[in-house]
């Protein structure tokens, strides 16, 4: 969890799916959050059921936005403890070949350029405070991917190439930076492809050691705990939360599995 007694944790994307997750748990810790989306419908809702949590609105892809809210934040609330990134950009899915230019800005000014955005406006006061949290969600396609993902995968790559380069850089002044990177994980945007063909489900937890979908709880536990105190000696790092799934290079069914 957060360390108690210091600042808010941040938390972009915090909409649906991971970052809502994410943001619920750090309030049910009785952490203060604040909740960041680009509409504050989804976390107005939050807020409404967690007097701990701000509902602010804000688009990582642009930069007056980012700064406005950080200088926000900072000045209501103090030097965030935590900032956890979960703005994502949808998949830009499909051949290459074919991919225009324009759906791979997108995919890059969300995944990559807003999270150096975020990491930079809030990372300041971090370091200005001399202590801070980053944990940047990338994702297991960095690892071993799927046809037609080319930028996703080019974005989410730049994300830990940025954690790396943070680390290295804010380390000293008492800010970690990492990132988790979950693999087949059961959201409200993995479920229309796992709904799509009953196959794909099966396909997955077939090639999962751990014989399942993973379920938000499973990447909040690790967010939780790198976002905390007890990740100090922790930097650089990305935290795979797969169930196995990339260490796998079996073929088919999963030959151990009770």
Same mark, same amino acid.
């Given at each position: /969890?957060?360390?108690p007694g210091r600042g808010p944790v941040v938390v972009t994307g915090a909409g649906s799916g991971i970052g809502r997750a994410v943001a619920e748990a750090f309030a049910r810790q009785g952490a203060t959050v604040v909740a960041l989306a680009r509409s504050t419908d989804a976390t107005g809702e939050l807020a409404a059921q967690h007097d701990s949590v701000v509902s602010l609105s804000?688009?990582?892809?642009?930069?007056d936005s980012v700064v406005d809210v950080a200088a926000q934040v900072t000045r209501d609330h103090g030097a965030p403890s935590a900032l956890v990134t979960c703005a994502a950009a949808g998949a830009a899915a499909g051949p290459t070949e074919s991919l225009s230019l324009s759906a791979w800005r997108d995919a890059l000014e969300c995944d990559l350029t807003g999270t150096f955005l975020s990491n930079r406006e809030?990372?300041?006061? /971090?370091?200005?405070?001399?202590?801070?949290?980053?944990?940047?969600m990338t994702s297991f396609h960095t690892v071993a991917t799927y046809p037609q993902r080319a930028a996703y995968v080019a974005a989410k790559s730049g994300v830990?190439?940025?954690?790396?380069?943070l680390a290295v850089e804010w380390g000293g002044r008492g800010v970690t930076v990492n990132a988790v990177a979950p693999g087949?994980?059961?959201t409200p945007r993995t479920q229309f492809f796992l709904d799509s063909d009953p196959a794909n489900e099966a396909g997955m937890i077939g090639r999962t050691p751990a014989g399942r979908i993973g379920e938000l709880p499973d990447v909040v536990a690790a967010v939780s705990f790198l976002a905390g105190p007890d990740a100090a000696w922790i930097s650089g790092?990305?935290?795979v939360v797969d169930g196995g799934w990339t260490s796998n290079a079996w073929w088919g069914q999963h030959p151990f599995r009770p």
């Open positions: /969890m957060a360390d804000m688009d990582v892809t642009v930069e809030f990372g300041r006061p /971090m370091l200005k405070a001399g202590y801070g949290r980053i944990v940047n830990e190439g940025l954690v790396k380069g087949p994980i059961r790092q990305v935290l």
